[in-house]
């Protein structure tokens, strides 16, 4: 599937958009009562939920941020070692890290890791797509905040990429080598 057909819907694009709405009112109540709380989002991927979800937040003290992680090098299977941009100041902070996906936990472990190492108060994750069967030893095991749990297949669109492409398909899809 890795032509220019458009690959097979696994949850449309409307889909995503009520559970995104509804993610938005979670996470409205979980920073309730948190002063100033930053969204710290992890590039690429994540840009598209983030940006969906911030709408979905009012707060005029809410900060975004973003932070490159990454640890795919090409073809469809991470490559086990998690590349990181250095973390802005969170000291005393209250964080939500905002991934596309937590698939094997590395980046997420490592994301998390970083934050507290920079004295965020408490860190959060908020993912929009969960893969528990991927996980591997030292990886995060959960989010506190998941859209959707979906099955082992390597799925693109709404953010999520094969190699740069499919970010821009409003639903997502799942591709096959």
Same mark, same amino acid.
């Given at each position: 599937?890795? @032509? ?6 696994? =949850?449309? *694009?409307?889909? =995503? !958009?009520?559970?995104? %709405? ?6 409205? *109540?979980?920073? +309730?009562? @948190? ?5 710290? $989002? ?5 840009? #598209?939920? !983030?940006?969906?979800?911030?709408? +979905?937040?009012?707060?005029?003290? &809410?900060? &975004? ?7 795919? +090098? ?21 964080? $939500?890290?905002?991934? %596309? =996906? &937590?698939?094997?936990? &590395?980046?997420?472990?490592? *994301?998390?890791?970083? *934050? ?6 408490? #860190? ?46 409003? %639903? ?6």
């Amino acid at each position: 599937m890795l @032509s220019g057909a458009l690959p097979p819907v696994l =949850i449309p *694009a409307d889909a =995503i !958009a009520r559970r995104v %709405d509804a993610m938005g009112e979670e996470l409205s *109540a979980r920073l +309730r009562g @948190s002063a100033a709380p930053l969204l710290l $989002v992890l590039m690429d991927g994540a840009f #598209v939920f !983030a940006s969906d979800l911030v709408r +979905r937040l009012h707060r005029p003290d &809410l900060e &975004l941020r973003f932070v490159r992680a990454s640890s795919y +090098r090409g073809g469809m299977e991470s490559s086990g070692s998690v590349a990181l941009e250095p973390m802005p100041d969170l000291h005393g902070r209250s964080v $939500v890290l905002v991934d %596309d =996906i &937590l698939d094997t936990g &590395l980046t997420l472990a490592t *994301a998390r890791t970083a *934050a507290l190492a920079s004295c965020a108060r408490s #860190v959060e994750v908020c993912v929009l797509l969960d893969k528990p069967s991927r996980r591997r030893p030292g990886g995060l095991e959960r989010a506190e905040l998941v859209g959707f749990t979906i099955p082992d297949r390597f799925v693109v669109g709404y953010g999520l990429d094969h190699e740069g492409r499919w970010r821009q398909l409003p %639903d997502i899809c799942t591709l096959s080598a």
